[in-house]
């Protein structure tokens, strides 16, 4: 059965900082992995989404890696500000579950980036 | 556009009401999906329609009744719901192709409260 589990749970650091969240999954067999952000109370936003073949995607501040064969991801964020604050959650996409779609998310990493 | 549109933002029924959630997306995407997300929880599966036909669905308990009119519009029917059923709900959508689903999009949520 495949679970996600994210480190660290919570994080506050300073603004300018760079950070890294970490995504460990337990079954290789996965389709894609997809990073995304969740203001409290609202929905999710999609950040990155990284395809098995992938190593690594970026957009602007944020660089996601993926090594399949050992069951991690990293989201980088650089120069970290404080409307970088959010829930950071990742799911992946087994590929038993291909044709249907289901995700398995993480519980999240909950920043905090104080000015 | 990668939007998805959710309404209402907020409901507020009874145990006895009968009320329905809306989801719209025009980007052409032929996945929708509805979550259920609980509080400092990560979102869960409910249900998903692959071309208007419903693909999944989680064991879900029938007082949640769903429904995809349109390629566009995907409904989640409520009846008889019970206090525990309050969270926010999510719905999704992805494009499919021929290597299965895509990056997944969610709308801002519905905050269901049931009295």
């Known amino acids: 059965k495949q679970e996600v589990t994210q480190i660290p749970a919570a994080l506050s650091v300073p603004e300018g900082e760079n950070l890294v969240l970490n995504c460990s999954f337990t079954?290789?067999?996965?389709?894609?992995l997809q990073w995304f952000r969740q203001d409290p109370g609202k929905g999710l936003t999609s950040l990155l989404l990284?395809?098995?073949?992938?190593r690594e995607q970026t957009s602007g501040r944020l660089n996601a890696s993926l090594d399949k064969s050992s069951g991690r991801s990293t989201l980088y964020i650089a120069a970290s500000q404080p409307g970088d604050s959010a829930t950071y959650l990742c799911?992946?996409?087994?590929?038993?579950?291909?044709?249907?779609?289901?995700?398995?998310f993480g519980q999240g990493t909950e920043l905090s980036v104080k000015p | 556009d990668t939007e998805v549109t959710q309404t209402p933002k907020h409901l507020v029924m009874g145990m006895t009401n009968k009320k329905s959630l809306k989801c719209e997306q025009h980007?052409?995407?032929?996945?929708m999906y509805w979550y259920k997300q609980k509080a400092k929880k990560p979102p869960e599966l409910m249900f998903v329609?692959?071309?208007?036909?419903?693909?999944i669905n989680e064991s879900v308990p029938s007082r949640f009744s769903p429904e995809c009119p349109n390629s566009s519009l995907l409904n989640l029917h409520l009846h008889a719901l019970q206090p525990e059923d309050s969270a926010l709900y999510l719905c999704?959508?992805?494009?499919?192709?021929?290597?299965?689903?895509?990056?997944?999009?969610f709308g801002e949520g519905s905050r269901l409260t049931v009295l």
């Open positions: 999704a959508s992805s494009q499919r192709t021929v290597q299965g689903p895509r990056e997944l999009f």
């Open positions: 079954d290789s067999a996965i389709y894609n």
């Open positions: 990284i395809q098995s073949s992938q």
């Open positions: 799911a992946v996409r087994p590929m038993i579950y291909n044709q249907g779609g289901k995700l398995i």
């Open positions: 980007m052409g995407h032929r996945a």
């Open positions: 329609y692959s071309y208007e036909k419903l693909s």
